[in-house]
């Protein structure tokens, strides 16, 4: 077994970590142990899932990772509320009581009740930029779309900045890439969301509303207590960085994947503007498996335990390399070509797996459909106007294009 010289948490590598995987694999790798990082990486599709299935064992409280043995981070989110672990990183039974209150609000009813807006949203941004010829697609369409559609459902208004900045600290506390100065300003930056969040549950408790925001608020559920403030700030701000990284990651690699496979691009024009809804939808289960923006998830072990071939002490930390298991070819027969009509593309782990499966999936999946039903159908002829222009961030749990300069026709 020829372990590959790569090394999975290199920035070079977290950028394009696909020859990495396939080198993985092809020695026959599905654990690997990185000491420098303190962490085991869990690479297949079998053993990702079998963890994912065992939380008792692979914890989600990983929240010692984002300094919560730091003093001075202390210091500083004392100004705050405290943050509670809460689905990502909350286990049985807390996170078990989070999830069913947390499921009234994301109901088909409510993500049906949204599709309209997210629909004329779509629609306006496509016009807007329709008669350029050109875009930075990112920061025109793929943040804006999922940032304004969450900020209407958790009551942070339309100020796609604050979103994003608010998100992109979230995402720099959960990864271990930044240097201290970045470490202390994500810190502030979380307790300035708590103030803004606090102010706003506050209101829907006192004026009620139509949005997640309040169906928070007000979820009762039979012998369960109501959440408090201090988990429904933790729960908006999952779903913020959730209805906006990831969904802006998927809907960006989505394009760029149909420009680089002309083909596959024929077959999802000649299915948008409602004419086969489930090729597009097909299209979005395989740009999630293809692109994977939630790249890989910590877990803490909390026993000694052996996960196929490995034994894993008690205190190790894990990886779970979604985007790995998702190019498995044990799993996925030529993993590394785009296929939008692939049949089992729904297989994919990229909302994760099992009791922690994203909460979000149904909301992120309509909006993503909802959004190259329309892009299809009203633009044509996408190329990429500069091939260097192409921006991917190194980040050890997110992954997704950052920047994407294309150029396209009207259709007539």
Not at 30 to 46: F, K, Q
Not at 362 to 391: T, Y
Request: glycine share 6%.
């Amino acid at each position: 077994m020829n372990k590959p010289q790569t090394n999975m948490f290199a920035q070079e590598t977290l950028v394009d970590p696909f020859d990495h995987y396939r080198a993985i694999f092809d020695a026959g790798i599905d654990i690997e142990h990185i000491p420098e990082m303190g962490a085991y990486v869990v690479y297949s599709y079998d053993l990702c899932s079998e963890a994912t299935g065992k939380p008792e064992i692979f914890s989600n409280d990983f929240t010692a990772l984002m300094g919560a043995d730091d003093e001075e981070i202390q210091e500083i989110l004392k100004d705050g509320w405290d943050n509670p672990p809460t689905l990502l990183t909350a286990d049985h039974p807390v996170h078990t009581r989070n999830r069913k209150l947390v499921n009234l609000a994301f109901s088909a009813p409510r993500v049906n009740a949204i599709e309209a807006d997210m629909r004329a949203k779509s629609i306006e941004l496509i016009s807007a930029m329709a008669s350029k010829g050109e875009c930075e697609f990112v920061d025109e369409f793929a943040i804006p779309l999922p940032v304004t559609m969450i900020a209407q459902q958790i009551g942070l208004d339309n100020d796609i900045a604050q979103v994003k900045a608010w998100s992109d600290a979230a995402v720099d506390r959960f990864s271990q890439l930044v240097d201290r100065e970045r470490q202390l300003e994500c810190a502030r930056a979380f307790v300035e969301y708590q103030k803004y969040m606090k102010s706003k549950i506050d209101e829907r408790r006192a004026n009620g509303g139509d949005d997640l925001l309040n169906d928070l608020v007000e979820a009762r559920v039979e012998g369960e207590t109501p959440l408090t403030d201090e988990e429904i700030m933790s729960i908006m701000q999952q779903f913020m960085v959730a209805g906006n990284e990831t969904t802006t990651s998927t809907i960006a690699g989505a394009m760029l994947q149909l420009i680089r496979n002309p083909d596959q691009m024929a077959k999802a024009k000649a299915a948008a503007g409602g004419r086969d809804p489930k090729l597009i939808g097909n299209m979005v289960e395989e740009t999630l498996r293809y692109e994977t923006p939630t790249a890989g998830m910590w877990r803490i072990v909390k026993e000694d335990t052996r996960l196929g071939e490995q034994d894993l002490p008690a205190g190790s930390v894990v990886q779970l390399r979604y985007a790995a298991a998702n190019r498995d070819p044990r799993k996925f027969e030529n993993p590394d070509e785009f296929q939008v009509d692939r049949k089992n593309a729904r297989a994919h782990l990229a909302f994760g797996k099992g009791p922690h499966m994203c909460v979000g999936n149904m909301l992120s999946r309509k909006e993503m459909l909802v959004a190259f039903d329309e892009l299809l159908e009203r633009l044509d002829d996408f190329a990429l106007a500069d091939e260097s222009g192409i921006e991917i961030l190194p980040n050890v749990l997110l992954r997704g294009v950052t920047k994407l300069p294309l150029t396209f026709k009207q259709k007539a």
